[in-house]
């Protein structure tokens, strides 16, 4: 009986729900659990920044019954199924759990912590995805930003050299813990990474993109400061505001996954004794 992750991931999505399985993997270690992600670049970033043991790519969802057992456990976060595949996922496996039903607020607070001196007072985060280049069209080519840039895993290759010329420091993106942990104001178009932040005892402020659904009842819930604008000189100069009297962060608690876990160990251990008799 083996514990799987499934995370929609790729070019075009980003890397939230990859973050948010690799916390939850990080918990149930014990279990070595094998992460399955839409995009093998996913899997491996996950490997490298938030130690995942074990990953493998499956395109879709659907396809998850190609490398699983019947009686295997899948804990998941997609958009993509639907009643009939959820049924079908609960025939085939003996537990089965979707993370977008459990919480909101899934993070891995054994690498974001608190931390009392940030060492980068403003960042900027547009997200891991940007296929469309919208963080370019939002730019004016004139402006100059103060304010660092932490880089997309997915940004296009050469997009780096147009960005050091509007922002203080372009930080790569195998950086993105070190970033998050360390950036004080964190401007960002990820809840994801706003949550992180908050778990780092920083502050963040939420734009919105207009490829993106937000989440805008826990965002409110959060009190976490939240911009729409169309260009980026309109989206920086609402943030320089908000920051100089930053809001008190409420309702902020991460989920706990103690009861699960032990559901999960009593559900193999039960399951080797019956194979084993």
């Known amino acids: 009986m083996q514990v799987y992750f499934y995370a929609k991931s790729g070019h ?3 890397l939230d729900a990859t973050k948010r399985c690799s ?7 014990d279990l070595d659990p094998v992460l399955c992600t839409s ?3 996913a899997g491996a970033y996950a490997k490298e920044l938030f130690d995942v043991k074990k990953y493998v790519n499956i395109d879709v969802v659907r396809n ?16 993509e199924t639907n009643e009939l595949m959820q049924e079908g996922m609960n025939e085939f496996c003996s537990l089965v759990f979707n993370l977008k039903e459990i919480s909101d607020i899934i993070v891995d607070t054994s690498i974001y912590t608190k931390n009392e001196n940030p060492s980068i007072e403003k960042s900027i985060f547009f997200g891991d995805d940007d296929y469309n280049n919208l963080f370019l069209e939002q730019m004016n080519t004139e402006s100059k930003h103060d304010i660092d840039l932490l880089m997309g895993h997915y940004f296009f290759l050469g997009n780096e ?15 993105y813990i070190e970033t998050i942990n360390n950036t004080k104001y964190l401007l960002t178009a990820s809840v994801q990474s706003a949550l992180e932040s908050i778990a780092c005892g920083n502050s963040p402020v939420i734009f919105k993109r207009e490829d993106k659904q937000y989440n805008m009842e826990l965002i409110e819930k959060l009190n976490i400061p939240c911009i729409e604008n169309t260009t980026l000189d309109e989206t920086i100069s609402e943030f320089e505001t908000i920051i100089k009297d930053y809001p008190t962060i409420n309702n902020y608690e991460v989920a706990n996954f103690d ?9 193999i251990e039960t399951y080797k004794k019956l194979t084993n008799s």
Request: hydrophobic share 45%.
């Open 23 to 29: 916390a939850v993997a990080t918990l149930l270690k």
């Open 64 to 79: 998850l019954s190609n490398i699983m057992q019947r009686k295997d456990i899948l804990i998941y976060d997609t958009d």
């Open 259 to 267: 009861d699960i876990k032990v559901e999960i160990t009593a559900k």
């Open 161 to 175: 050299k147009v960005f050091k010329e509007h922002f203080n420091n372009v930080i790569d993106e195998e950086e």
């Open 39 to 41: 995009d093998f670049r």
């Open 12 to 14: 075009a999505v980003g």
